[in-house]
């Protein structure tokens, strides 16, 4: 779909306050607005940030990659943005929103935000959302102060730092290794078929690990958390070879 597609329907479906699309950077095939933010390299088709950015980043192309260069991308809260919608589907408030497949990001530091728009009602950031996509990479990135670092379908998450979210990563059927994911009231939410292996999860206020069905957690370092897992009526799936260290109180299972 087009750059100019997406943007009409954003137009048309803000409500609070009063934005537009301006807020949103949009990265297509063609690097859309890669050149704000940063290079756009088409022979690699890498846009390269080369500052900090304080706007939404969608990426609405496919066979891309975003290096973020270590920059800092965290969305002033002047610029959020309530009930986007993207082809009448009901988007999120995530920092960095992936629609299409075969994405890399990395090398990038993302940060969230709060909003509270009365006693009762607040609002938290999500990091990365790519729950519709096939074949996304993120790695060797930072992912903090989030309601969900990262919230994806499959994807490979390697070798990141998430930490001090409410929860980590909700995830389903992605590949997830070598990362350090410290500070989290809930360090993984697994939805099913997930391959997480060597990392450690440390410090989870409630608990390390939620599995699901078809699930594989082997080869990592579980340390100081309130319960080290919650085994959810998962028949189908295996916990082996890791290290609980430290925990308050021993694992949770539904039957």
Not at 36 to 53: A, P
């Amino acid at each position: 779909f087009s750059m100019s597609a997406v943007q009409l329907s954003y137009s048309a479906s803000i409500d609070y306050p009063n934005q537009n699309p301006t807020q949103v950077i949009f990265i297509d095939d063609d690097g859309g607005e890669c050149n704000e933010i940063g290079l756009w390299d088409r022979n690699s088709r890498t846009c390269l940030l080369t500052q900090d950015v304080e706007k939404y980043i969608h990426i609405i192309g496919s066979n891309l990659t975003i290096d973020g260069n270590g920059h800092h991308v965290q969305l002033k809260k002047e610029n959020y943005m309530r009930n986007l919608t993207i082809d009448n589907k009901q988007s999120d408030t995530s920092t960095i929103l992936v629609l299409g497949n075969n994405i890399v990001i990395k090398n990038m530091r993302i940060e969230g935000f709060s909003i509270r728009f009365n006693q009762i009602n607040q609002l938290d950031s999500y990091g990365i959302s790519c729950r519709q996509t096939e074949e996304i990479q993120i790695k060797d990135s930072e992912i903090f102060n989030h309601a969900v670092g990262i919230a994806c379908n499959n994807a490979e998450i390697k070798n990141n730092k998430i930490f001090s979210n409410r929860k980590a990563l909700i995830v389903k059927n992605c590949q997830i290794s070598d990362n350090i994911i410290s500070d989290n009231y809930i360090g993984m939410n697994l939805s099913t078929k997930n391959n997480v292996e060597n990392n450690i999860i440390k410090n989870s206020e409630y608990v390390g690990f939620y599995i699901s069905n078809y699930d594989v957690v082997s080869n990592n370092i579980i340390d100081k958390s309130g319960f080290p897992f919650h085994w959810k009526g998962s028949p189908h799936s295996t916990i082996e070879n890791n290290s609980f260290l430290n925990y308050q109180n021993g694992p949770m299972g539904d039957g």
